[in-house]
């Protein structure tokens, strides 16, 4: 971000002075709670009223023009009729921010997506950067700078979270929740209609704010997505950053091929987050209980990182247990110097593997965490125990313990209204996460875990485009399609492509036997829906019911031609595709294969580039990823080869600008490589 970038957010978002547009003497209006929001405020308030003079104990002015000073930021509680002369006026007199709290503009329909058009060409025009409108505005809590209307925010305390949210209600709910977790905020923001300041602008001048330690980050769509990829995958090595997408009921409707179907734009976005280094969660709480984990700090980066787990409870340890592994969460097996060392502070019949059930909560709890974070396989702690303050001072055992461990250390325990707070308030002053229950306790390790690992893909992942600045010629057909691919080294079995009968008849007398007889017509996407695909043919006779059938496909025949193609060998049916994504760019999916893809929906989508790294971990996520390595006796396929694919894919993707899909299903795996038995693309127009 530019200097001047950060200059105008910094007129946003920490003001020396405020202007309210609308303030109102009526408390019940939004003006009145603007001005009362900035009680707290050390810098100027000036309230903007013509038919006022004094406003919340402040002395108003007619209009912006009269102040004695330009303010940095301009807080907006008119009508959205009025808001586009209020806008003017601030952008000319050279304010800094303003933030439009109302509706009334795109959300609401043609009239309001026209008030907006203006407001947006007002900024397009200036200097001036704009928070809204549609949104809840803004609080900075330890500093009185709240632009919002809500009393509630005066409440919230300083800290090291910073909430960016598309919808306003979801920055109150978020900083609500951290609140009650006594987490503190740095800076909460509804960007609503983000007309002007978006996600992207937000997150990066969180990145270089020293006092935001983690970002939260709300999303309901994303226009811009590559750049906000890129905003996230800079934000991401400085900080965590945790996301909450909406819109897993979105479906693919634009659709032509089975890779489409497959890449709704939720899916695409969960995957560039992911990729990104972000941790991507499913519910505000948890996006809260994840940033409460990083309190402790971040894990080194590694490849599976090691979680130990001890409990005083067996029960709450086995839940722990059960939520990191079903999350793909390391969960070592000490090593057997770590249980001698461990033995030594427990009693006999306790538990003294991974989980450690100590059996109760005592003053040991300490000297087991100690020596479990010494054991080399892990690489943070979580302990659960019931709130006893007359068994166990947590306070006390987690500050011992903190000075003989380097790891993250999580506290998950549950107790009485009151006790229980009194533990938490004092383990996350001093920056010990303390959650309530131990599947929340996990949800915060989850993260810590999810970060480590995307911190260490970043170290070893190095994407380059190894077709860059080739010509590429448009394929219009399977077999052209197949032409092309094998020039990025996708092979596919031995074909022919033929005009008529006579043709198909000397290309079949060539191939060896068996063959399939396929439809070759660009308008036929989905050739087997239609009875364009004829397997197992070996005989002249079975050649001709074949050819005959797919001249009875319905249709313009003029340009219909056929592909006899070599049977391939039996293997393991991947699919891998491409689409350009509107918002993300191209994007890459590999998954299981064949007729039953969009049945099974196990698939992996990562954004072009790639590397061998990604690929790898896109194979690790698929449910179905153990029939690639010999499944009851099967011989295991050429997992080099599947990644050599995906990487040219990606690749053809980035080099072809106008190549809009791609679709190989299926990409016939076997030990001695991977074929493309059909492709599919569909350029632009």
Not at 66 to 79: K, M, N, R, T, Y
């Amino acid at each position: 971000m530019s200097a001047q970038n950060i200059a105008g957010l910094d007129r946003l978002f920490r003001p020396r002075s405020i202007a309210v547009v609308g303030a109102s003497a009526s408390e019940s209006k939004v003006g009145y709670q603007l001005v009362d929001a900035l009680r707290g405020f050390d810098g100027q308030v000036f309230p903007i009223n013509p038919k006022a003079t004094q406003i919340a104990g402040r002395q108003s002015y007619p209009q912006l023009s009269a102040l004695p000073v330009v303010p940095d930021l301009v807080l907006l509680g008119v009508p959205a009729n009025a808001c586009v002369d209020a806008l003017t006026e601030a952008a000319r007199i050279g304010v800094g921010g303003a933030v439009i709290v109302g509706g009334g503009f795109a959300e609401s329909g043609p009239d309001g997506a026209a008030l907006q058009a203006q407001i947006e060409r007002v900024c397009k025009g200036s200097s001036l950067r704009l928070l809204g409108p549609n949104t809840s505005g803004y609080t900075r809590p330890g500093t009185g700078c709240h632009a919002c209307f809500l009393p509630t925010v005066q409440q919230f305390a300083a800290g090291p979270l910073s909430i960016v949210a598309q919808s306003g209600g979801v920055n109150l709910t978020l900083a609500l929740l951290a609140h009650r977790q006594r987490l503190g905020i740095r800076l909460a923001v509804g960007l609503g209609n983000a007309v002007d300041v978006d996600a992207a602008d937000v997150i990066e001048y969180l990145a270089h704010d020293p006092q935001t330690k983690m970002i939260g980050l709300h999303l309901e769509g994303v226009a811009e997505g590559r750049r906000l990829y890129d905003v996230l995958s800079h934000a991401t090595t400085l900080k965590p950053v945790i996301v909450l997408p909406v819109g897993r009921a979105q479906v693919a409707d634009f659709a032509q091929s089975h890779t489409g179907n497959l890449m709704g734009q939720h899916a695409v976005t969960v995957a560039a987050l992911r990729q990104a280094g972000a941790i991507v969660v499913d519910a505000t709480q948890s996006l809260v209980d994840a940033a409460v984990g990083f309190l402790g700090g971040r894990i080194a980066p590694k490849a599976n990182p090691g979680v130990g787990i001890v409990t005083g409870q067996a029960g709450p340890g086995l839940i722990i247990l059960d939520a990191l592994r079903s999350a793909a969460v390391n969960v070592p097996t000490l090593a057997p110097a770590t249980v001698a060392e461990i033995s030594k502070h427990l009693p006999p019949l306790t538990y003294l593997q991974n989980p450690i059930d100590t059996g109760r909560p005592s003053p040991l709890f300490a000297d087991v965490m100690v020596a479990a974070s010494r054991d080399p396989a892990i690489d943070a702690i979580i302990t659960f125990a019931l709130d006893e303050p007359a068994a166990i001072d947590a306070v006390a055992v987690f500050e011992r313990a903190r000075k003989d461990i380097k790891q993250p250390l999580v506290f998950a325990t549950l107790g009485l209204e009151g006790s229980v707070d009194v533990t938490q308030n004092k383990l996350q002053s001093r920056d010990i996460p303390a959650l309530e229950s131990p599947e929340r306790g996990a949800v915060a390790v989850r993260a810590l875990v999810d970060d480590a690992k995307a911190q260490y893909r970043r170290l070893i992942t190095t994407r380059t485009v190894a077709a860059a600045g080739r010509v590429i010629a448009r394929a219009l057909d399977e077999a052209s399609a197949k032409a092309l691919l094998a020039e990025f080294g996708i092979r596919s079995p031995r074909s022919r492509s033929c005009r008529n009968e006579e043709e198909a008849v000397t290309a079949f007398d060539q191939l060896d036997k068996p063959v399939v007889v396929k439809v070759l017509d660009p308008r036929i996407a989905h050739k087997t829906e239609v009875g364009g695909v004829h397997l197992g043919v070996r005989t002249a006779d079975q050649l001709s019911a074949a050819l005959q059938k797919i001249d009875a496909i319905p249709g313009d025949i003029s340009d219909r031609g056929y592909l006899i193609e070599e049977m391939a060998s039996s293997g393991i049916d991947l699919i891998l595709g491409a689409r350009r994504d509107p918002s993300f760019g191209a994007t890459v999916l590999l998954g299981l294969g064949g007729t039953e893809a969009e049945a099974l929906k196990d698939v992996s989508i990562r954004l072009a580039p790639l590397d061998r790294v990604d690929v790898e971990e896109m194979l690790r996520e698929l449910r179905g990823s153990a029939l690639l390595d010999g499944w009851r006796g099967a011989p295991a396929v050429d997992r080099d080869a599947i990644i050599d694919a995906v990487v040219a894919v990606a690749d053809l993707m980035e080099a072809a600008a106008d190549l809009r899909e791609l679709d190989i299903n299926p990409l016939r795996c076997t030990s001695k490589g991977v074929q493309a038995l059909d492709a599919l693309m569909i350029w632009s127009d």
